[in-house]
């Protein structure tokens, strides 16, 4: 690998990794310009396989989008519509979106996402009504809800702070924060793509608050778009710089932009080698973030399990119901059963491990060529 390293003008850096150096802007940009993705995938492999070995991370949970309908109008979206009544919306009154989870109250999952548009005429009760009759359901399940796009406009509308509104939620049964809402954080492009909703300092205040407040959360990124590899790599380094303060994300997640049914579909979708090279810097970029998550709903199947072996440690989980990737025109399931992805990581040559929402391993199966270990055996 040596030589291909050096071929590829990246020797460098990997004896800067190996060092356990952390790299900036500059070798950054080195790396989303490297032309051998092979070479870059190694690196990003190493990483991965220092942190996690084999092991591939995935949960069992289900996605709940209570509204679509929303006062934003960011371009890449072609999930939102502007008012109640437009053709195609829809707001679940609370016994609608409860039932979603009572229909799978006999399952063992463990999560429940909740992300939506911003509604602007729902009461707050709305939200904290909809936590505490989740956990009325099942006291159990972990409610990992309300981007922090979400968070801001709640405080904006009903007049309280954003640490009031993440101390309501929580008390209602809020577990966690999901990582939406980032897109990128240049101030260029986001004025550009989303103009109309949080900034990228309150989306980093919020997620800030919130692990002070003793929650995790995950962080994303849109990519594929309009934003430079300058901007990509700032992107993580604010992430960087915030899980430095706090050490509160739990997972990177890359977000492939998918540009049917919206105001970008003149550009052409992400392909799969820029896929694997955004996930892949992702893990030589972010130090402290412990996972990098393939998005499979968003990247296809097939592309999120060779990702397996470009940095990403981590597939989310069962999903079930995803409307918003793919009301913009992707073509992968609605859901997979854990079966599947179990399948799915072991043909990859990966150990699949059944995580909860904060990591914590449920079930673990024998890793590759453990041939005398038991298939699939509980650990904790
Ligand atoms: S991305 Fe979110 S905030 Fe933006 S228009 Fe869509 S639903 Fe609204």
Redesign the pocket.
């Known amino acids: 690998m040596h030589h291909r390293l050096a071929a590829a003008n990246l020797l460098d850096l990997s004896d800067r990794l190996d060092a356990g150096e952390r790299l900036g802007l500059d070798a950054g940009v080195r790396l989303f310009a490297c032309p051998d993705l092979l070479a870059l995938g190694w690196l990003a492999n190493r990483e991965r396989e220092r942190r996690h070995g084999h092991r591939t991370y995935f949960n069992h949970n289900i996605r709940i989008e209570a509204t ?1 309908v ?5 371009l ?5 519509r502007l008012r109640p009544g437009d053709a195609g919306s829809y707001t679940m009154s609370l016994e609608q979106a409860w039932d979603k989870l009572r229909q799978r109250r006999d399952e063992p999952l463990t999560e429940v996402h909740v ?4 509604h602007p005429d729902l009461p707050f009760t709305y939200y904290t009504d909809l936590l505490r009759g989740f956990k009325q359901i099942r006291p159990d399940v972990h409610l990992k809800c309300f ?1 922090a ?2 968070i801001a ?1 709640f405080a904006d509308l009903y007049g309280m702070s954003d640490e009031h509104v993440l101390a309501e939620l929580m008390t209602a049964g809020l577990d966690s924060l999901p990582g ?2 980032a ?1 990128i954080f240049a101030e260029r492009v986001r004025r550009k793509i ?1 103009h ?2 949080c900034d990228a300092d309150r989306y980093l205040a919020i997620h800030r608050t919130a692990h002070r407040l003793g929650m995790r959360s995950n962080v994303t990124m849109l990519y594929g778009h309009i934003e430079t590899p300058e901007e990509r790599i700032d992107h993580m380094l604010r992430a960087r710089a915030l899980q430095d303060e706090t050490g509160g994300f739990q997972a990177f997640i890359p977000l492939a932009f998918h540009p049917d049914n919206n105001q970008m579909r003149k550009l052409p979708a992400p392909t799969a080698a820029d896929t694997l090279r955004v996930h892949a810097v992702a893990r030589l970029m972010l130090d402290n973030i412990p996972h990098v998550k393939a998005f499979w709903i968003a990247t296809g199947v097939e592309v999120a399990q060779t990702s397996l072996w470009f940095g990403v440690d981590d597939l989310d989980g069962t999903v079930q119901e995803e409307r ?1 990737y793919h009301m913009a025109g992707a073509v992968t399931p609605e859901a997979l059963t854990t079966t599947a992805i179990r399948r799915l990581i072991r043909a990859a040559g990966r150990t699949p491990v059944e995580r909860d929402t904060l990591y914590r391993v449920l079930h673990e199966d024998a890793s590759p060529g453990d041939a005398h270990g038991d298939p699939a055996r509980v650990v904790q």
Request: aromatic share 12%; glycine share 12%; charged share 15%.
């Open positions: 679509n929303c006062v934003a109008s960011c890449f979206c072609s999930f939102a992300v939506n548009g911003l981007t796009v979400e406009f939406g809402g897109e989303c109309d909703k918003i």
